[in-house]
């Protein structure tokens, strides 16, 4: 990256906007944002309400001291880095120094992290996979009665559903496999118990962003997510499509998928020598890795369609991410178990190579663009927003039917879209939309939370504001609470006004499920630190 510029993958105009659009916000003085301002060419969305925040948060921090060209590599070095320390502390639980330290590395730079890096740009799944080796490290402490771990587990647990939401389901029953084979294994409810109390608490802890996207789904078109070919039954390896584009990238996923399977059966039937020494890791790791390769095959559809929420995960190669901690401890595990050293070292070596060659080759087909960034930056300091995402869009809107797309400006118009006006009227014969004529407007604010204006008109007029309706909106006008409408074709807000001076004003409320949300995460959060510090003691 630092000499072809940022690679731009399935993903990463959605982050690289997230994040410059949160960096604009803590400039106004929102510390959390929950509406994105710029989504939509300017009509926002409610992006933030639905999108876990660890990435977008990482992301804008990152941006406000560092060039935003740097950005995307600064955050795929930490997450990267921050992989291979976790996994090192996991290995660091049945193996030697040197030994975790090759899990550690394979783990880093395992040929999934390299999918997400080079094709896809999904930054906040990569950011939810550094924590997954944690997630296992912490339940093994769990399962033996370490309660002073339950803690560390709620909190690990909590971070991966704060990074990534199709990570974080496909965690939950990740963790959910692992709890029972290690209850199985030690013929005791302990594990179980313990690891349902750090779930328990993990959730209570994320309840700030957990319930109020749960919630307000209801108000968007969540199901957007699972349409066309982004459904799971679509995604499965060597899938089968009539889009080439779309073929062409699952098989490349599916061959990587082929030869992590490999790898991890070969590798587990060699570490077989030492699990008598560490048979619970062992077998969790069998257990874990055995469940990501069957679901990712389409016989499994049936199991994708009937457990809960896990449609949402897309993709079955997702699984890839949990595969991977298996198949790093597993090479690890062998290296060290191989009765002639030199000949463990020599085929770890080689099987590195084998990655770099593979990391090499998608080097090669990816997507390098060095525009993207300056480009996205551009249209939103000139006030032109970015493209807004379906499932975001509230009920009744059609984002496609927005002005200010510049790619609809330039197939029908020849010429580059210039911003939409802030505030325009409805005519009520037409019902078209258009510049207000004989309305006299003042803005007085106008922020990503907060809209506020005068408008004098000589006639009743309907107002058309450059915003999506959204339930949190709340709109006064001379101070009274009114509901404002949707029109009918994309859901922009619609203010009636009488005639005469009147003065509009729309904030983005604290709803109550934000409230309850917030005031839940206080509570597991100062009940858990107090838990540690008592058993610390």
Known sequence: MVFLGNVSGHDFQFHIASWMDVAGQWREGIAYPRWAEWANWGFGEPRFVFYPPASW??????????????????????????????????????????????????????????????????????????????????????????????????????????????????????????????????????????????????????????????????????????????????????????????????????????????????????????????????????????????????????????????????????????????????????????????????????????????????????????????ALSATIHSGGGYRGTDEYDPVGCDRYNLPGDPDETERTEGVSAVPAQPIETLDPESGDIGVATGVRLHIERWSAEHREFAAEAPEPVTLAVRLLNYPTWQVRVDGAEIRPAAFKDNGRMLVALPKGLHRVDARFRRSGDRAAGNAISLVFGVALLAFGWKKRG
Not at 111 to 132: G, Q, T
Not at 241 to 246: S, Y
Not at 290 to 301: E, G, H
Not at 314 to 332: D, E, H, K, N, T
């Open 57 to 374: 948060m990482l992301g804008a921090a990152l941006g406000s001291v560092l060039p935003w060209k740097l950005v995307p590599g600064a955050f795929i070095w930490l997450a990267l880095v921050g992989a291979g320390m976790a996994m090192w502390k996991l290995a660091r639980e049945r193996l030697p120094a040197p030994y975790a330290a090759v899990g550690a590395i394979f783990y880093a730079a395992n040929p999934y992290h390299l999918v997400i890096v080079y094709y896809r740009s999904d930054f906040a799944e990569l950011l939810a996979l550094a924590l997954l080796p944690l997630v296992i490290c912490t339940g093994l402490r769990v399962s033996r009665g370490e309660w002073r771990s339950v803690p560390l587990l709620a909190f690990v647990f909590a971070g991966i559903w704060l990074s990534n939401a199709p990570t974080a389901v496909i965690t939950t029953y990740m963790l959910a496999l692992v709890l029972i084979v290690l209850s199985a294994m030690r013929r005791s409810l302990m594990p179980l118990l313990a690891g349902a109390a750090s779930v328990i608490l993990g959730f209570g802890l994320a309840a700030f962003y957990i319930l109020p996207a749960a919630w307000e789904r209801r108000w968007v078109q969540i199901g957007q997510v699972v349409t066309a070919n982004l459904n799971p039954s679509s995604n499965f390896l060597f899938t089968h499509a009539n889009d080439p584009d779309f073929m062409a990238f699952n098989w490349k996923v599916s061959w990587v998928a082929v030869g992590v399977i490999v790898v991890t059966l070969f590798a587990a039937l060699i570490a077989m020598r030492a699990r008598r020494d560490s048979a619970d890791l062992f077998w969790l790791l069998a257990a874990v890795a055995a469940m990501s390769t069957l679901l990712m095959l389409p016989f499994t559809n049936f199991i994708w369609r009937l457990i809960p929420e896990l449609p949402f995960v897309q993709f079955p190669w997702r699984w890839l991410g949990q595969l991977a901690v298996a198949f790093s401890l597993f090479i690890a595990a062998a290296v060290s178990t191989t009765p002639r050293r030199w000949l463990g070292w020599a085929a770890c070596a080689a099987l590195f190579a084998a990655i770099i060659v593979a990391a090499i080759a998608m080097i090669r087909t990816a997507w390098w663009d060095t525009g993207d960034v300056p």
